[in-house]
């Protein structure tokens, strides 16, 4: 009792005090699930075996999905980006840019199944046949935010003086973009690349409802796969896991390239 009435006594709330919760929160919602998906990925049959990796990688139809999945998220991060910088250069060049930033990022405001289920609900009321078009259409009116937000806030930051001293020297305004404010933009791009194409390549639900269930990507997939019952949880696990590599090594590569960039110390 004494030595509880001790400690009680001797308790001191510190920082480290309010990580606890957070702590707990990543073991039993991130890592514990994580933990769960490996294993499940390495059960078959209530013994080890490789076998979901088997019937995963044996599936031309999986496989495909995959593809499909990379190739989606390619397309809607190139888009993304060539609208997006456009928009948050010349957003950043005005006063007022910081309010106008906010008519794209309030749709973010709002759940993205609504926010699709409203975009379906458009292409219907127009007459517009669903399939890759409209999912496409889907994917960048959902992401295109997280592209034009890093952007904007990388090229507000730049300073002026960049651009002064590269026009005293006698740069014409192309070559001032290309040899100044886009080296200096690129952390910008590597962070809005990185927050547009690793959620595009694991979404669902967007491409189920904006293709009428005909186009499925592997997010979709793996969301079927584990509905399907637990005779498919291994190959649902394996799955998972593919796209948790998937997603490390995107965000490594980016981290790497970002890097090397010096974040566009060396412009010229």
Not at 63 to 70: A, D, K, M, P, T
Not at 96 to 119: A, C, D, E, Q
Not at 232 to 254: D, E, K, T
């Amino acid at each position: 009792m004494n030595k509880l009435t001790h400690a009680i006594k001797n308790f001191r709330i510190t920082r480290k005090v309010f990580c606890y919760p957070y702590v707990l929160f990543l073991m039993f919602f991130v890592l514990l699930p994580l933990v769960l998906i490996l294993i499940n990925a390495f059960i078959k049959d209530d013994t080890f075996s490789f076998r979901n990796f088997a019937d995963f990688f044996s599936d031309a139809t999986g496989l495909r999905v995959l593809g499909n999945s990379i190739l989606v998220g390619l397309i809607t991060t190139v888009l993304c980006l060539a609208i997006g910088y456009p928009v948050a250069y010349i957003l950043s060049r005005q006063n007022s840019g910081r309010v106008l930033v906010l008519l794209f990022i309030m749709p973010m405001w709002i759940n993205f199944l609504i926010r699709t289920l409203s975009t379906k609900a458009i292409f219907e009321a127009l007459n517009v046949e669903l399939g890759w078009g409209t999912v496409i259409f889907g994917m960048v009116y959902n992401y295109l935010p997280f592209m034009i937000l890093p952007l904007h806030t990388t090229l507000s930051g730049i300073d002026k003086s960049y651009t002064e001293a590269a026009q005293d020297l006698g740069a014409d305004p192309t070559t001032v973009f290309l040899k100044t404010t886009l080296p200096l933009s690129l952390p910008g791009i590597i962070s809005g690349i990185t927050m547009v194409f690793v959620p595009t390549i694991s979404t669902f639900a967007i491409t189920e409802l904006l293709s009428d269930r005909q186009i499925y990507l592997f997010g979709d997939s793996i969301q079927m796969k584990f509905m399907q019952g637990e005779s498919m949880f291994g190959v649902g696990s394996v799955m998972s896991l593919i796209m948790l590599a998937m997603v490390l090594i995107s965000n490594f590569v980016m981290s790497r390239f970002n890097k090397g960039g010096n974040g566009g110390k060396n412009l010229w």
